[in-house]
């Protein structure tokens, strides 16, 4: 069954936070629904469509960031009561505005997840959940990871209620008062829960920052995962999901918003599995998303508020209907009037912006003029992809961006993103001048681009900082820098468990360090690892390498720390990182190893599929112009062998590819060298000599010759 909607933008308010827009429920079942939508400015607003014209019914005072949104009410009756939170405040108001509840939580951090059941709260700031009853104090409960959402379930299904923890470290964590009841393994970490059926039921939907989706079932003991939808077109993250039966089959459908602006129905076949029914990019990220009816009475739709504040509907309500010649004068009118409004608030407009130059232009050429610096919100992510092994850096501002400076003192490469229209150029880095810089890059964006999306991947053992100089299209010209921690070991990502049966390598260190100490270490060597020092006398943490495959099981307490990896190149690095940071601190390390010199010949087998791919990947992309050539001279290619004229008919696709993976032999043959000289460095040997020996049997490249010039020297 097709599915087709049309968008109809609202109106705009602030930035806004992820879930800080909701539905009132409606006065009647076939009645338009109100919309309340908070921002960045601290101010709630709730309002209705008459006329295609957004009717507010009230707006709040400016105040603190208010960061997420609920609706509650009594068990039984409608959710139409709002609550927000900002800081470490809840605040509570009624469908016309009128504020009932102001309630201080007793957080040291803000709060940045909430869920309202009836007389139960819940708040989530960091690492910490907290459940209050009728506004006192109930259960308490310390993550282990950092906590993105929080969802309370109530079921005849189940024995007794249970709160779950969306938590970064890719559990999910079922509560049983201020005890862990169990947690549940999902494929990435969750950013958003949300309940399947809003009126009961023991099943909820997950979304996860790398873009996938899941169904589980839970249950008093454990939890069953009923199906998950992967990333497989690698869309953005998943910011929110709500349910609402938009296809009108009875059943009801997924909603999705995502963080590259990807708004998705899916619908459910014959067989009960999730199909996509529906997909419609908006220009920036959706940060709430809600199924309803708002525009015109009896038509569904489904709303989405973006980063910017836009409130926009997707709805079953025809746009373009196709009308009687009867008809046609009415809709011109109709057409008519919206136009003549929508000139004269233009025309309004234009007036406020030339006075607001000419009294900007005054008050600059004034004896009392104070430069002022304008302020502007920018949505940055920073995440580790596991398909391509690379760093997906995703800058969105409010306003236009004019352009981009990134700058590396450590060696990345930058990777080609489909998606940017931007036009980046290159300064020449002298890194052998040690000024620190080993990428200069400036992105030129086009007009009315907001959002960036760039992918770089970086070498493991080489770290450093990644800058970036946002500039936008504001006067008087201003600028914001983030930065980015490229990590010793970057390419690793946490995994809940590792294959023991491995050869591994070992590492151990004894001495006089404490167990946040330690922990601080691990946390400046490894990406995806809580800042917290975990609760605990001592903590695992799994991890594996998402360009090569390999391993690393991490476990350390007070005193001691115990590594184990298939990869002798990632022992090395920690070793040596390690040993630089108990040095800084003055702390005297006792260091140790376990070598597997099996290892060594089975990190080149996981190596050998990838390094062969590339080596056949450049050796066609070599083939191309010599072989068009040919075809022009002779007219045809008919007279080429099979493999050549495969080479002609996927020149386009081959070279796309090589464009896309720059360096990623250099970046092979760069591991196995480190992998040789690190075999050699923990037995004592130095064999830098015999590198170019190593590059030229790379260059006529064959496993069995490879392994054994490694057992050979």
Known sequence: MELHLNRVDYTQVGVTSQKTMRLLPPLSKKATQKVAIADHDGVLTCFGMKKGEAVPVFKTLPGPKIARMDLGGAVGSPREKIFVCSGFQVRGFTKKGKQFLTFEANLTENINAMHVSGADLFVCASYIYNHYLDCKDQDYFLSGDKINDVLYLSSENLTRPFPILACQDRILRVLQGSELAYGIEVPGPPSVLELYNKDGGDEILYGTTDGKIGLVQIGDQSASIKWEIDNDKKKGGILCVDTYDIIGDGVSDVLVGRDDGTVEVYGFDSSGD?????????????????????????????????????????????????????????????????????????????????????????????????????????????????????????????????????????????????????????????????????????????????????????????YGTLQAYITPRLQPKTCQVRQYQIKPLSLHQRIHSIDQDRPMNRLSLVGQFSFAEIHSWVVFCLPEVPEKTPAGESITFYFHNTFLGTQLE??????????????????????????????????????????????????????????????????????????????????????????????????????????????????????????????????GQNVKTKVSSLLEILDNYDLNSLLDFFNEV
């Open 274 to 462: 999730p199909t996509l029914r529906f997909e419609h990019v908006l220009s920036e990220s959706v940060t709430s998303i809600q199924g309803g009816c708002v525009g015109k009475e009896s038509y569904d739709e489904v709303v989405a508020a973006t980063y910017t504040g836009w409130v926009t509907g997707l709805t079953t309500e025809p746009q373009r209907a196709e009308v009687g010649p009867g008809d046609e004068v009415k809709m011109s009118k109709e057409m008519q009037s919206k136009v003549d409004a929508l000139r004269a608030e233009l025309e309004q407009l234009q007036v406020k912006v030339l006075q607001g130059r000419e009294q900007y232009h005054q008050t600059s050429q004034s004896s009392t003029a104070v430069s002022a610096v304008p302020v502007f919100s920018i949505n940055d992510k920073f995440t580790l992809c596991q398909d391509d092994a690379s760093y997906s850096l995703t800058l969105e501002v409010q306003t236009a961006i004019d352009n981009l400076l990134l700058q590396s003192d450590v060696p990345i490469d930058l990777l080609d993103v489909d998606k940017n229209s931007a036009v980046v150029s290159f300064s020449e880095c002298d890194s052998e001048q040690h000024n620190g810089n080993f990428l200069l890059a400036t992105y030129r964006c086009q007009a009315n681009t907001t959002r960036l999306e760039l992918k770089v991947r970086s070498i493991e053992g080489q």
């Open 554 to 683: 991490a476990t350390y307490c007070k005193g001691e720390g115990h590594f184990k990896s298939d990869n002798i190149s990632t022992i090395s690095i920690l070793s040596d990182v390690l040993s630089k940071e108990a040095t800084k601190r003055k702390i005297n390390l006792n260091i140790s190893y376990e070598i597997n010199d099996e290892s060594v010949s089975h990190t080149l087998r996981m190596i050998h599929p990838k390094l062969e791919y590339q080596l056949l990947l450049a050796r066609k992309v070599q083939l191309i112009d010599a072989l068009k050539e040919l075809q022009v001279h002779e007219g045809n290619a008919d007279f080429l062998i099979p493999e050549y004229r495969s080479i002609l008919d996927e020149s386009a696709n081959l070279l796309e590819e090589y464009k896309k993976q720059p360096a990623h032999l250099e970046r092979l043959y760069g591991m196995i060298t480190d992998l040789f000289i690190d075999k050699f460095k923990f037995k």
